[in-house]
């Protein structure tokens, strides 16, 4: 059988080496300068074409001599590695993953000899949660050299849809309070309402977050570690005037996890026969509020997060607005002390509550 790749040399010295495809006439720099490592490289692609069934044994011994564990490591190992490198609620997360039945036949199989369609086709069965995590596990087992080159390239990933959500209205919100009688609970999802904060920094409030002296609630946000100082307004502080100057403003929700303060949210909605809304609607309320009130992004962006996807869709779409006139901009223009007596409080203290701005015209 001819062989369908040879090699030629060129350059002045003729050092320089290149594979041949016979069939096709292309032309492949084999990047080295030595006769037998070219000579090694195209005698190996000449073999795969010869003896296909054979490639895989053959990569799998030339790999186990750099890892013992190539030959008996499977995807549920690869899992248990990687929820033993997390922490926390992320931790949890992942846990949970493990369970997904989407990942259930793609577990027991060896790393080196899945395919790329065994990828997919759990991708597939599964849900967005499944596009994410099994992405996350795939690129892990990458960077731990357990595979020697990405099963599914980056592109080629199913794109990560999710689901379409909206934010809490006004009318809902004052519909809630009205249902829920437990003064914590209550309390609870007004602070949603007028901090916009993720359910967990919510509850997690203390009592010596609140500085009464300046009108500030100060927290450090539990997803990314930053440092979160809003002003006030009227209504926030008539709110946390009746809760706990010391110690967790909400004792008994601090104590719940996410899905457990979730479920008591859409046990309300549920009973009120409101849909598509959840905990972290009351984000793109906050946001959609604070667009159509003249709030300016870069506030809206400080206290919701630079990149909280709450402010970005508000801010791009989502909210409608009356926007002022040219003749009013022009007017402050003109005036330049007035306009300086405006945004000097804005650079020097902490954000301004979004009550402060509700009328800005």
């Known amino acids: 059988m001819k062989a369908r790749y040879r090699l030629i040399s060129r350059g002045i010295r003729g050092n320089a080496f290149y594979c041949v495809d016979t069939q096709t006439g292309r032309r492949t720099s084999l990047r080295t300068a030595h006769r037998e490592d070219a000579e090694q490289v195209v005698l190996a692609k000449n073999q795969a074409l010869r003896q296909p069934s054979l490639n895989l044994q053959i990569a799998r011994a030339y790999l186990a001599g750099s890892d013992s564990g190539v030959s008996t490591r499977t995807w549920s190992m690869a899992l248990e590695a990687l929820i033993q490198t997390k922490r926390g609620s992320t931790r949890d997360r992942w846990v949970r993953a493990s369970q997904d039945k989407a990942l259930a036949p793609l577990l027991p199989k060896l790393i080196i000899e899945t395919r790329a369609e065994e990828i997919l086709a759990a991708v597939n069965r599964g849900t967005v949660s499944t596009n994410i995590q099994l992405r996350k596990l795939h690129n892990f087992c990458v960077s731990m050299t357990w595979l020697p080159w990405p099963l599914v390239p980056r592109p080629q990933w199913p794109a990560i849809r999710f689901r379409e959500r909206r934010a809490v209205t006004p009318e809902e919100h004052r519909r809630i309070l009205e249902r829920e009688q437990n003064p914590e609970r209550r309390a609870f999802f007004d602070c949603c309402w007028h901090l916009g904060g993720s359910q967990s920094d919510i509850a997690a409030l203390k009592g010596e977050d609140v500085d009464w002296n300046r009108q500030l609630v100060s927290f450090f946000r539990a997803k990314t570690g930053t440092?979160?100082?809003?002003?006030?307004?009227?209504?926030?502080?008539?709110?946390?005037?009746?809760?706990?100057?010391?110690?967790?403003?909400?004792?008994?929700?601090?104590?719940?996890?996410?899905?457990?303060?979730?479920?008591?949210?859409?046990?309300?909605?549920?009973?009120?026969?409101?849909t598509g809304i959840s905990l972290h609607s009351y984000r793109y309320a906050w946001a959609e509020r604070a667009k159509v009130a003249g709030y300016p992004e870069r506030f809206a962006q400080e206290a919701l997060g630079h990149n909280s996807k709450a402010v970005h869709r508000a801010y791009a779409r989502n909210a409608s607005v009356l926007l002022p006139s040219l003749e009013a901009y022009e007017s402050r223009a003109a005036n330049p002390a007035h306009t300086m007596g405006n945004l000097l409080p804005f650079a020097v203290e902490p954000i301004p509550s979004l009550d402060a701005l509700a009328n800005p015209w």
């Open 227 to 274: 440092a979160q100082i809003v002003r006030m307004g009227p209504a926030l502080a008539r709110l946390l005037e009746g809760l706990p100057r010391q110690g967790p403003l909400f004792p008994v929700l601090s104590e719940l996890n996410e899905k457990q303060r979730a479920s008591i949210f859409q046990s309300i909605c549920r009973r009120l026969k409101i």
